[in-house]
T-cell receptor, first 112, second 114 residues
């Protein structure tokens, strides 16, 4: 069975510092995608970054990078230079064929 | 390019009623997925439609149903509403070509059942 685990219910980070949000996954599929989404209090899920299971390089999108360690089945999100607007819920997700599963999320609070 | 749109944004219903939610995907996207998000259960997958066919389904009772039209717009229906159906319902679209595709979400419909 597929599973996504986010063990940090809440995190605090000082503005301008970097923060790592943890995500581990379990799947028997060879082909899958890993994603991170941000959900502000408004409710909309905003796509941040994607990593394919066959990608050898870690994905980066601006201040976001995904630390992909396939052997350990982890896909941690690193946010560099945190901003106040980064305060939100963050969800890790895995996509196999036609189906997504989501973790329980991490609530990040950026402190001024 | 316009994003995923959902209507209505907010709904208040009473127990026993039924409700229909609508989702318009990004132009060119043929897959639409629906999710229910509650504080207690998190994000749960309801179903996915591609080319007017339900391609995948989560573990929800038959009161939850959906359909997709030829223009890829999708509707979700919940009959005989229960208090526990109060949730944020999110719709997401993708091209639907297969595994590992990025899904793009709409703003959601907040449903309150009284």
């Amino acid at each position: 069975a597929q599973k996504i685990t986010q063990t940090q219910p809440g995190m605090f980070v000082q503005e301008k510092e970097a923060v790592t949000l943890d995500c581990t996954y379990d799947t028997s599929d060879q082909s899958y995608g890993l994603f991170w989404y941000k959900q502000p209090s408004s409710g909309e899920m905003i796509f941040l970054i994607y990593q394919g299971s066959y990608d050898e390089q870690n994905a980066t999108e601006g201040r976001y990078s995904l630390n992909f360690q396939k052997a350990r089945k982890s896909a941690n999100l690193v946010i560099s230079a945190s901003q106040l607007g980064d305060s939100a819920m963050y969800f890790c997700a895995m996509a196999g064929t036609y189906k997504y599963i989501f973790g329980t999320g991490t609530r990040l609070k950026v402190l001024a | 390019k316009a994003g995923v749109t959902q209507t209505p944004r907010y709904l208040i219903k009473t127990r026993g009623q039924q409700v229909t939610l609508s989702c318009s995907p990004i132009s060119g996207h043929r897959s639409v997925s629906w999710y229910q998000q509650t504080p207690g259960q998190g994000l749960q997958f309801l179903f996915e439609y591609f080319s007017e066919t339900q391609r995948n389904k989560g573990n929800f009772p038959g009161r939850f149903s959906g359909r997709q039209f030829s223009n890829s717009r999708s509707e979700m229906n919940v009959s005989t509403l229960e208090l526990g159906d109060s949730a944020l319902y999110l719709c997401a679209s993708s091209r639907g070509r297969g595994w590992g595709e990025t899904q793009y979400f709409g703003p959601g419909t907040r449903l309150l059942v009284l």
